[in-house]
């Protein structure tokens, strides 16, 4: 099993920034991929980013490529997700997940999801 604890969500105004983190409680974290879904009120769970096991590749939902960054340190078993430039359209509660061989956009092939931290971004 593999715990996983957000942090870092709140509230900010448009153009400004937050960085999300995800702690995982696994000795054997660097054997996991992560990534970070989200899902904002009446939608569907949407993909946002993720990462390799480590850290070689990075994957982007085309809505915030070149404004968000994923990234991970696996010697604090901690993954990040750096939001630059927000918009009120990124308003919604952000997932952090892991799974031992998936980092694609499905998110029901992810075995571990944290409890989810919200993100309001006001006009």
């Known amino acids: 099993q593999v715990q996983l604890v957000e942090s870092g969500g709140g509230l900010v105004q448009a153009g400004g920034s937050l960085r999300l983190s995800c702690a995982a409680s696994t000795r054997t974290f660097s054997n996991y991929a992560m990534g970070w879904f989200r899902q904002a009120p009446g939608k569907e769970r949407e993909f946002v980013a993720s990462?390799?096991?480590?850290?070689?590749?990075?994957f982007y939902t085309t809505s915030v490529k070149g404004r968000f960054t994923i990234s991970r340190d696996n010697a604090k078993n901690t993954v990040y997700l750096q939001m630059n430039s927000l918009k009120p359209e990124d308003t919604a509660v952000y997932y952090c997940?892991?799974?031992?061989?998936?980092?694609?956009?499905?998110?029901?092939?992810?075995?571990?999801w944290g409890q989810g931290t919200q993100v309001t971004v006001s006009s």
């Open positions: 990462i390799t096991w480590n850290g070689d590749y990075v």
């Open positions: 997940v892991a799974d031992g061989s998936y980092y694609g956009t499905n998110p029901y092939q992810y075995d571990y």
